[in-house]
């Protein structure tokens, strides 16, 4: 998988570009929702560059699939956290989980993937600890 420094615009990026991949597809509404939000302006990338780390994150998951068949099937627990380790800085943090739960509302639908990984960064940024799924994304929607 590319790295990408410790609180770079790309790594908070990513975050939030595997969160956009996690349920299968990616919707327009989404895509709408984030570059409503003037998503690469707010994190500091160059125009153009969200689509970027969108695709590389793709061709680098694509790699880990093997007999898998799922993109995002490569993405354990490890994997995430790791990912979520190179978004250090508690305003990129904040930053990334308002991005992310813009786009997990847009489509009207949570996915337990979604859930999955904005749970993750609710716990290991310790931004509070949902004792379900459920809950820990209603909490990051609201932020």
């Known amino acids: 998988m590319h ?34 939000l003037g998503i690469e ?37 490890e994997t995430l956290s790791a990912l979520l380790n190179d978004v250090s800085n508690p305003e990129l943090q904040d930053m990334v989980l308002h991005f992310a739960s813009t786009a997990v509302a847009a489509d009207h639908h949570v996915a337990a993937a ?7 960064a609710l716990a290991q940024w310790r931004l509070g600890k949902a004792p379900t799924t459920q809950n820990a994304t209603e909490r990051a929607l609201t932020m």
């Open 3 to 36: 790295s990408y420094p410790k609180n770079s615009p790309e790594a908070a990026a990513r975050v939030i570009a595997l969160l956009l991949i996690s349920d299968g597809h990616v919707s327009r509404s989404e895509m709408d929702a984030l570059y409503g």
């Open 41 to 77: 302006r707010e994190l500091g990338l160059a125009p153009g560059a969200f689509a970027r780390v969108l695709r590389t994150l793709c061709e680098d998951l694509l790699m880990g699939t093997h007999e898998r068949r799922v993109l995002t099937g490569s993405v354990n627990a």
């Open 114 to 120: 979604e859930a999955w990984i904005m749970e993750a």
